[in-house]
């Protein structure tokens, strides 16, 4: 298939699952920021967010409050923010149109949907009035169903072949990179000693955190416990029946990469990496990452997983 | 002014093909009207069919108005005008394959020099040059009107890029899905096969040294084009690639496009780039749409472009004028199709004509499309017209001028119910080494606006679904 048709579809996926998450951090940070102090509202619930999608410095350059409706309007529509939500589905549908072709019929009438009925948003917000609460739930629901409503658009419509393959690897490389910028933004509540320290107060972090990735209730049917740090951790990065944690994504990864060896019969440095990246997760005990380092282990992870992207680019959508 | 109206001729009598049209007008309420133009637009924007317009920002993604009401066409009227686009267009081929070839042509006289080798759209690049079996216009677009029962007229002839057939097939998918009565009721000739059609001839016309399995693509400036969405639903229905400039590339004359399993061969490319932009070692070098090294590919033949580079002498309006002629001169038949007699303001009798009628005339560029840069006296105030006279003026070669058309009309559907606008009509002739082949109808582009004359899309025209139906067909239901 055409390089660039691969490169689009790998992106594609990548900005609706962009979106997604973000949509997830904000319901998650709305949630935090009706919570009495002495529950761990402590005001800064909207950092947060920013710091999970990579953007706290922009926001700083650009506004000095961050309060909630700021932070709404930078996360959800603005044009300045490369990773907005509205940034996102344009750009997804940008990449959609780009490879309309490679697209089947429901995959780009839900992306050409969704990037209608957000104009008509854009069209009848006005940035000065804040949205109300309800207006905002609307809204967030309305990103989630778009990832849900492509998602099942691509599975259950897509020829199983290289497209289909690409499309997924984007979706997984972007979703493992989101949960590790959740862990990387929180990891000091999810290191052992915290329990001790945070105790009950952490509770709603935590459970922010598993909200943030819609993990809340898996959470209570793997473990059958208690919100505890340690297990939020290993759920998020070691279990491989959790859609989101890191090692279900590599699972994905490397078996799509794999097809695709497989297919053009020739197996390169990504599948490589993916292998190595998949068993890396694997093979660590949760003691040796706690050892090493969450922070570390998460920031290593993060740019393996970047360099992925890149080798990708390289092995596949030479330009 | 009356018009001959497609429905109901000049007199008001119905004619034959609209009955059951006529009589479904008459017996469905307007709210039904209104309420499927509505899913019909619903329809349209969902899959995305938009159109760009130049110079309108806010715009940049519009619908072209689609109208319900079907535009009509006999078997038997199809038929001549079938056989009449087949004659224009084999001589087309003939006179762009002498014109880069022998020139006979210009040696007997039947169309002066000047006219070719000055025309902005003259390659000189191709001369000696013979295209791969012989065809330089793989696709063409013949604007047709028509002022009463009897003629079809040729407007214009388009054989360097034509668009708007998605809109001759995405019209129909619609129709089909909102009026399955209608289409019980008239036996309407198919269009879907164009697609097939189109492939099968551009298979046909890859160099003869291309390999067995050959490789067609479609060439796209890329999204920001105004007819994006018509090529990205072509490649689709072609099931072929659709490439822009860069995923393209040229190694010892031979064109391969970047796959994700490394470079694949290219032997025919379905271009929908004007050749300006085609090769910036040729042609015009700052363009970022083309591929380096391409026409050194395409003149060793090694690769088939389609339509071939160097047709749009045929556009030229002043050659236009020649084309009764050139069809003579070629085909030795009388032209089956009509031209709209035309003024040449190169001629200086012509000239003084068209400065002493400007405000009853149509100008146009010789070069112009898009409705843009033409003049309709009628509908243009004094000062309109004297600004376009200074133009004229200044460059008098650059223009001819034509008798404002009483177009036909063909009943629409409008805010204020259903009324006459003037509709012209685009088929599509395509020529391959395995024949011609016309898809039945085309595609019917009609003035919205009460009394205009204008249809072309960037001017705010609509379209309209058209059939080919039977003579004889059933009674109405």
């Known amino acids: 298939m055409l390089a660039r048709s691969a490169e689009n579809l790998f992106w594609v996926a990548r900005y609706i699952e962009r ?64 990773s907005s939500i509205r940034n996102c589905i344009a750009n997804a549908r940008r990449a959609a149109r780009a490879v309309r072709t490679a697209l089947t019929l429901e995959m780009w009438e839900s992306i050409n949907a969704a990037w209608l009925e957000l104009s008509r948003i854009e069209s009848e917000r006005d940035p000065k009035n804040p949205m109300s609460r309800e207006e905002v739930d609307r809204f967030l629901d309305f990103v989630k169903a778009i990832s849900r409503d492509f998602d099942g658009a691509a599975y259950r419509t897509m020829l199983r072949d290289d497209a289909y393959w690409f499309n997924r690897i984007g979706l997984y490389a972007e979703r493992a990179d989101n949960t590790a910028r ?59 029946e959790m859609p989101r944690s890191l090692v279900s994504c590599y699972e994905n990864i490397a078996r799509y990469l794999d097809l695709i060896g497989q297919h053009y019969g020739q197996q390169g ?49 030479p330009s | 002014m009356t018009f001959f109206d497609e429905m109901t001729g000049a007199d008001g009598v119905l004619r034959a093909p609209y009955r059951i049209i006529h009589d479904w007008l008459e017996t469905s309420p307007p709210e039904l009207l209104e309420a499927r133009r509505a899913q019909a637009e619903h329809m349209f924007r969902r899959i995305g069919i938009t159109f760009a317009v130049y110079g309108e920002k806010e715009a940049a993604e519009r619908l072209i108005p689609f109208d319900l009401i079907p535009r009509i066409l006999s078997q038997s009227e199809w038929t001549r005008l079938e056989a ?24 007997a ?79 309407v000739a198919p269009v879907e096969n164009y697609t097939n059609d189109l492939l099968s001839c551009l ?81 015009r070098p700052d363009s970022a749409l083309g591929v380096p090294g391409l026409m050194n590919a395409y003149l060793n033949g090694n690769v088939t472009l389609a339509n071939a580079v160097g047709t749009g002498i045929a556009d030229d309006k002043a050659i236009y004028t020649y084309m009764p002629e050139i069809i ?71 223009y001819i001028a034509q008798p404002t058309l009483q177009l036909s009309t063909c009943p629409t559907f409008c805010d204020a119910g259903t009324g006459p606008r003037h509709v012209d009509l685009r088929p599509f002739v395509l020529s391959g080494a395995n024949g011609m082949r016309v898809a039945p109808g085309g595609l ?11 249809v072309n899309s960037s001017q705010g025209g609509g379209t309209k679904d058209t059939w080919v139906i039977e003579d004889l067909h059933h009674d109405p239901l």
């Open chain 2, 84 to 107: 009449g686009l087949k004659q224009r267009v084999t001589a087309l081929n003939m006179f762009i394959a002498d014109v880069y070839g022998a020139q006979s042509v210009i040696r």
């Open chain 2, 328 to 398: 003579r001169f070629f085909t030795g038949e009388e032209p089956i199709l009509k031209n709209v007699p035309t003024w040449r303001c190169r001629d200086a009798d012509s000239l003084k004509y068209v400065f002493e009628h400007l405000s009853e005339l149509v100008v146009k560029e010789v070069n112009g499309s898009g409705g843009y840069g033409m003049l309709v006296g009628p509908h243009a105030t004094a000062q309109q017209i004297a600004e376009f006279a200074l133009k004229i003026k200044a460059d008098p070669a650059n």
């Open chain 2, 203 to 283: 298979k046909s016309v890859a160099p003869v040294s291309a390999p067995g399995d050959r490789t067609a693509v479609l060439l796209t400036p890329g999204q920001y084009n105004s007819a994006y969405y018509e090529h990205s639903f072509l490649a689709d229905r072609l099931g072929v690639e659709l490439v822009e400039g860069g995923d393209l590339f040229v190694r010892d004359d031979i064109v391969y496009m970047r796959t994700t399993r490394g470079p694949q061969r290219v032997d025919v490319i379905y271009r929908r780039i004007d050749d300006e932009f085609l090769d910036p070692l040729v042609f």
């Open chain 1, 269 to 317: 440095p990504s599948q490589r990496l993916a292998r190595s990246v998949h068993a890396t997760l694997v093979n660590s005990s949760r003691e040796e990452i706690f050892q090493r380092g969450l922070h570390e282990f998460v920031t290593d992870f993060i740019s393996s997983n970047n360099r992925l992207s890149g080798m990708l680019a390289e092995q596949y959508f």
């Open chain 1, 182 to 240: 959740i862990l990387d933004v929180k990891y000091h509540l999810l290191l052992p000693q915290s329990e001790e320290i945070g105790g009950t107060l952490d509770y709603f972090q935590w459970t922010a955190i598993l909200r943030s990735v819609s993990a809340l209730t898996a959470y209570h049917w793997v473990y059958r416990e208690s919100v505890k740090p340690w297990l939020v951790m290993d759920l998020l990065v070691q279990r491989s």
């Open chain 1, 19 to 82: 979106a997604d998450f973000s949509a997830r951090m904000i319901d998650a940070a709305l949630r935090l920021a009706t919570l009495p102090k002495a529950y761990g509202g402590d005001g800064n619930e909207w950092v947060s967010p920013l710091a999970a999608v990579g953007n706290l410095d922009l926001f700083r350059k650009v506004h000095d409050k961050q309060d909630q409706n700021t932070v709404f309007n930078f996360l959800a529509f603005d044009r300045e923010n490369p």
């Open chain 2, 444 to 454: 019917t582009r009609v003035a919205m606006k009460e009394g205009s004359l204008v």
């Open chain 2, 109 to 187: 006289g039947v169309v002066p020099a000047d006219i070719i080798l000055r025309n902005a759209c003259y390659r000189p690049e191709m001369a000696g040059f013979r295209a791969p079996h012989d065809i330089w216009v793989h696709i063409a677009g013949i604007d047709i009107v028509r002022v009463d029962d009897k003629d079809f007229y040729v407007l214009e002839d388009n054989a360097r890029t034509p668009s708007g057939v998605s809109y001759m097939l995405e019209n129909r998918e619609v129709m089909m899905r909102l009026m399955p009565d209608l289409f019980m009721r008239n036996r």
